[in-house]
T-cell receptor
Framework: GQQVMQIPQYQHVQEGEDFTTYCNSS?????IQWYKQRPGGHPVFLIQ?????EVKKQKRLTFQFGEAKKNSSLHITATQTTDVGTYFC?????????FGTGTRLKVLA | EAQVTQNPRYLITVTGKKLTVTCSQN?????MSWYRQDPGLGLRQIYY???????DKGDVPEGYKVSRKEKRNFPLILESPSPNQTSLYFC???????????FGPGTRLLVL
């Protein structure tokens, strides 16, 4: 069945360093969503990418969808302690979603 | 306030004792879904519903049942819970069609 792999599993960075998480699907995705889950919290929607090669920015966060629509990345510039949490990608169809295993980010002050 | 609520938030039960986790949303969303979250496995979709009386299986439906009799409610039923269903469960709702999903606060279930 369809699988969505996400790397790395963990990442520790010093505050101010950049961070990137990558998402790879075994099949072509119609869209991809990104979520953030703070420790002890629930997933919160960040963004959705639909078009091949799409790039979207939200302040210090940059999201990319690959040309083949099989991979995606989330890049955070100059991390802050508020960026701590687990970042998930989710490959979506219309109603069925396959989540990546997540990347847990720790930011050291 | 727009929200997805789940009850109970925490539950300890024993093998074989039927239980229901409720989920309710006040955003008039057509789409609702249940996920379980386990360490190292991320979120896995159990069941989803595209509208009232319309449900379908996700990736891990075994041992679970759902119903969607009203638009706002989407209960998750474990008829005979087993220890491998110990997990953190999230309900989500959205407009469907690949749009944003809004997650509830989660229900932590322990099956002894």
């Amino acid at each position: 069945g369809q699988q969505v792999m996400q790397i790395p599993q963990y990442q520790h960075v010093q505050e101010g360093e950049d961070f990137t998480t990558y998402c790879n699907s075994s099949t072509t995705l119609s869209n991809i969503q990104w979520y953030k889950q703070r420790p002890g919290g629930h997933p919160v929607f960040l963004i959705q990418l639909v078009k091949s090669g799409e790039v979207k920015k939200q302040k210090r966060l940059t999201f990319q969808f690959g040309e083949a629509k099989k991979n995606s990345s989330l890049h955070i510039t100059a991390t802050q302690t508020t960026d701590v949490g687990t970042y998930f990608c989710a490959g979506g169809g219309t109603y069925k979603y396959i989540f990546g295993t997540g990347t847990r980010l720790k930011v050291l002050a | 306030e727009a929200q997805v609520t789940q009850n109970p938030r925490y539950l300890i039960t024993v093998t074989g004792k039927k239980l229901t986790v409720t989920c309710s949303q006040n955003m008039n969303h057509e789409y609702m879904s249940w996920y379980r979250q386990d360490p190292g496995l991320g979120l896995r979709q159990i069941y989803y519903s595209m509208n009232v009386e319309v449900t379908d299986k996700g990736d891990v439906p075994e041992g679970y049942k759902v119903s969607r009799k009203e638009k706002r409610n989407f209960p998750l039923i474990l008829e005979s819970p087993s220890p491998n269903q110990t997990s953190l469960y999230f309900c989500a709702s959205g407009k469907g069609g690949g749009e944003t999903q809004y997650f509830g606060p989660g229900t932590r279930l322990l099956v002894l």
